[in-house]
């Protein structure tokens, strides 16, 4: 399979980056912008085509009570290795930095947690914060970007995913998950999402997209108060099992921020070295 989209393809988009910057800035519940029909469809089409056709064995399946969803960054099709080189890309990087505002962003070859993310029928993601640190290169997690690849999904599919303020007051928005939509985020300890509701698609059909993520060699400064405690958010009329603190939330609550970062920038230094001795 022959792809032969460049960067050239996504001009429309770079055009309007003011406007996207200023849509960014001003959404609630907090900062994002959605852009539709942002990628070639053709491009898109057939990356949903690799993506369904992953194999099992090369898949990270997660079943849990908060968390039904699969995962791969591994094994990956032409098709969705050149979008992925393309959103990575020191070009595409600059976009995202004019739009977010955040700076020097690096992207992720091994698209660890992100690359493709495929929800069977029934599955789902409750509300969240995101991982803040990467678990090998121990740069930080600042911005994401999900591309949706859903063609004729009905409504009744769901698969819409929700943004909620830190206070989870109130749905802030809603976006359903439509063929080519694009979004984009600076993810913090505020920036709740997930996918709350299980996905109605028939068998034989799944919730499809693309993320790539990515990082500093800093971390961000954050808000006044705000601390990386929550992982997980309970809905208003929500159980609040949702929320419940393992042992290493727990311990998370306890250590001092320049103690706790200190100590995951000591192992991020010992894990490269480990990496670099490695024949």
């Known amino acids: 399979m022959h792809v032969d989209f460049q960067l050239h393809s996504l001009g429309g ?7 996207l910057r200023t849509e960014y ?16 469809e053709k491009l898109l089409d057939m990356i949903a085509a690799e993506c369904a056709a992953l194999e099992e064995t090369s898949l990270i399946t997660t079943n849990t009570d908060r ?18 080189s393309l959103v990575d890309s020191t070009r595409f990087r600059e976009f995202v930095s004019a739009i977010t505002g955040v700076r020097d962003l690096l992207s992720d070859p091994t698209h660890k947690f992100a690359g493709v993310h495929r929800t069977p029928p029934g599955g789902f993601t409750k509300i969240h914060q995101d991982f803040e640190i990467h678990p090998t290169t121990g740069l930080f997690h600042r911005v994401n970007l999900l591309i949706y690849l859903n063609r ?24 359903f998950p439509r ?10 300890g505020a920036t709740l999402h997930g996918l709350p509701d299980p996905v109605t698609c028939p068998p034989g ?8 993520y990515y990082y500093t060699t800093t971390r961000r400064v954050p808000a006044s108060g ?3 405690v929550r992982y997980w ?10 929320e419940r603190m393992g042992w290493q939330d727990h311990l998370r609550a306890l250590i001092p921020d320049p103690l706790y970062y200190m100590l995951r920038a000591t192992r991020g230094r010992i894990s490269r070295a480990r990496r670099l001795r490695a024949p």
């Open 13 to 19: 988009l770079f055009v309007r980056t003011d406007a």
């Open 25 to 40: 800035t001003n959404a609630k519940p907090w900062p994002h912008i959605v852009v539709n029909d942002a990628f070639p």
């Open 67 to 84: 968390l039904v969803k699969q995962e791969s960054s591994e094994g990956l099709g032409p098709a969705t290795q050149h979008l992925l």
């Open 152 to 175: 004729d999904w009905p409504d009744s599919y769901g698969g819409s995913l929700e943004l909620w303020p830190r206070d989870m007051s109130a749905l802030g928005r809603r976006i």
């Open 179 to 188: 063929f080519n939509t694009m979004i984009l985020w600076e993810t913090h």
């Open 205 to 212: 059909r799944m919730r499809l997209s693309v993320a790539s």
């Open 226 to 228: 705000e601390r990386r």
């Open 233 to 242: 958010a309970a809905r208003p009329g929500e159980d609040q099992w949702i």
